[in-house]
């Protein structure tokens, strides 16, 4: 089975930087997604790894360990519109399916 | 163009009943996944299907689920006999196909309640 795990909630303020952490035990591994959700509407693609490191894209980043099991998703410069649900998603074999953690709330103060 | 649409955007049905949940992808993906999502979890990888054929519906809970994509576009996932625990958000999400890198574009769901 998998086991995808990450943090419930999270709260930061406005300008701040934010780190949501996700452990992984998957049967296997091809790739490690971050998708953002707002209530109510469909997760929107953030980021991809699938080699050890960091991918940097804008004001998000994401860092990969396999031999850890372990991500992160590194939000810079909180705006409130990045009040969202962070879900973290393992492709775990050379197809298809992905796997998702039970997301992580980020609330963004002002 | 369009993203991927999912119709229709709220559907409440009494226990018992058969309900179809409708998917359009992104012309031309030639893979596409159906999800579950309950409130406060992740989405729920029910199936998948390269072009016309279910190439795993190894995540669809029994046989009151059924899915279909006849001509490689359109996708209906069939529910039979409703249950209350088939309360959820049903996601749709198509992929220009399924190997190595490919982002998952997901449709904005249909919440299903059973009453």
């Known amino acids: 089975g998998q086991n995808i795990d990450q943090p419930t909630e999270m709260t930061a303020t406005e300008g701040a930087i934010v780190q949501i952490n996700c452990t992984y035990q998957?049967?296997?591994?091809?790739?490690l997604f971050w998708y953002q959700q707002h209530a109510g509407e469909a997760p929107t693609f953030l980021s991809y790894?699938?080699?050890?490191g960091l991918e940097e894209k804008g004001r998000f980043s994401s860092f990969l360990s396999r031999s850890k099991g372990y991500s992160y998703l590194l939000l810079k410069e909180l705006q409130m519109k990045d009040s969202a649900s962070y879900l973290c998603?393992?492709?775990?074999?050379?197809?298809?399916?992905?796997?998702f953690g039970a997301g992580t709330t980020v609330t963004v103060r002002a | 163009g369009a993203g991927v649409s999912q119709t229709p955007s709220n559907k409440v049905t009494e226990k018992g009943k058969y309900v179809e949940l409708r998917c359009d992808p992104i012309?031309?993906?030639?893979?596409l996944y159906w999800y579950r999502q309950s409130l406060g979890q992740g989405p729920e990888f029910l199936i998948y299907?390269?072009?016309?054929?279910?190439?795993?519906d190894s995540g669809l809970p029994n046989d009151r689920f059924f899915a279909v994509r006849p001509e490689g576009s359109v996708s209906t996932l069939k529910i039979q006999r409703t249950e209350r625990g088939d309360s959820a958000v049903y996601l749709c999400?198509?992929?220009?196909?399924?190997?190595?890198?490919?982002?998952?574009?997901f449709g904005p769901g249909t919440r299903l309640t059973v009453t």
């Open positions: 012309s031309g993906h030639t893979a």
């Open positions: 998957t049967s296997g591994f091809n790739g």
């Open positions: 998603a393992v492709r775990d074999d050379w197809d298809y399916k992905l796997s």
């Open positions: 299907f390269q072009g016309t054929g279910a190439a795993d």
């Open positions: 999400a198509s992929s220009p196909g399924a190997g190595a890198y490919y982002e998952q574009y």
């Open positions: 790894n699938v080699l050890d």
